[in-house]
Structures are given as C-alpha cells and as structure tokens.
C-alpha cells in the first residue's frame, strides 16, 4: 500500500486483507484521493477559462485602440495650430504604446491558454531580416540609429512559422530602436542549422541575462514606458515551438540575443 501511496497519478488504492478498520481507513483514503483529483480539474478549468477570458477582453479592446490610433492620426495631419499637434502627438504616442501592450497581453492570453502550434515553411530568413529593416528603416532614421546586416543578399532557408519568427526579428528590432544609441547589428550564419544573433548597445545599464526571457521581467521596473516584460517572454515560447533555442549575452556594453532554428 505504501508503493501506491507514493505514485502520484490518482490511482485508488487495493487491498487484500479482512480488516475492517483497515478497509474502512483505506476507503477514506481513496475518498481523499478523489476529491483531490476533482478539485484539480476544476482549477484547470477554471485557469483555463480565465486565460480565454483575457483573450477575448484583449482581442476586443484592440479593435477600439486601433481605431483610435487611426483617428489621432487624421487630427494630426488635419490641425494647423503648434500646440494642439503637440497634444495629439503625446496622445498618439500613449494611444500606440497602450496597442503594442494589448497586443502583447493578448499574444500572451492565447500562448498560456492554447500554447504554440507553428505551422512550418521554408523561410527565407536574410530575405525576412531585410524586409523588416526597410520596414523600420523611418524609425531608425528619427532616433540616429544605423542598421548593419553584412549578410544581406545571399539566401539562407531555415525551417519556421514565418508569422513567429516575423514576430520575433520584429520584437528584437524595436528593442534595439528603443534602446540602441548606435549601431544594431544583424548577423546570420547557418550550419546544420540557422543562426540569427541581433546586437545593440545597452550602455551601464544592468540586465539579467538569465532573467531577460522571463515573463514580466524588465532591466529598470521605475521606467514603466518600457513595457510590460512579456515581449521577450513570446518571442521565447515562438523560438521553443519552431524546435530552436534563444538566449543573450552582454560583451562590451552591447547586449546580443542569438536564436537558432532548423534549416
């Protein structure tokens, strides 16, 4: 009986002895054993149907903000006085930072309620990185930044969920334009697999290197316009479905992330 005790998979317990104090304790016991098992599937339940719950709260407060990005959009273009533009360009600026959290929080929901089911292709990965830079190309130029990619030009395949990994190069580069104030640098090579590294400077900041993927971590917590730390945190759980690995070092004040999938 002590062995059965000792599994934890929910199992009733057997005996075989003419004890009635012992088959009586031992039913109590199972007795036990099933309302554990029951209280269990409701608390899965339950974190299951909350999990759904911010899903949906967040698919449905993006729509609005979406709208009202678009809106704040036209007043700036359509004011001609100084200091009314200047209000609409603080509102826009807070309106697009509530839309990149919800969005965030709302990848976040479907992750932890339904996980990560990539669907893979074959992804031209130099073609992907250089898509995204011209696409960030205006955001570079407004904070000083220069972009370096030496590998641009020569195709390298790699085995991803192009909306994933999409995701991911374009979370990586934010992060470089929001904390860079130099160079980010692309670097990708690929072997029996593909090797993705992006650098930027960080400067005397100091950050967690083993803490950098987790959920809601974030270098400086005083500076709330950072984010809410779950960025990172997705662009791990992307990297682990597509089969590859993530991971970041500092050297000489610049912060490298390194991904590695299938090619």
Known sequence: MSKQLDNDNNSLITIQLGDDELETLV????LMIENDHEAKVEINKEQAALK???ADISHDIRTPLTSIVGYLQLAQRASENEEQRTNIDIALERARYCSILVNDFFELSIID?????PVMEKVDVNDLICELILANYPNFEAKGITPRFE???????????RKMLTRVLQNLISNGIKYSN?????ILTSDD???????????????DTERLFDKFYRANRARTADGAGIGLYICKQFVQAMGGSISASIHDGRLTISISIKS
């Not at 195709?155 to 991803?160: E, I, L």
């Not at 130099?182 to 692309?186: I, N, Q, R």
């Open 27 to 30: 039913q109590k016991i199972n």
């Open 52 to 54: 759904q719950a911010i």
């Open 113 to 117: 309620a339904n996980g990560c089911e």
């Open 151 to 161: 590998e641009a030009g020569k195709p390298v395949y790699a085995q991803a969920d």
């Open 182 to 186: 130099g160079a980010l640098d692309f």
């Open 193 to 207: 697999a593909v090797h993705i590294s992006v650098s930027n400077s960080v400067g005397n900041q100091e950050i």
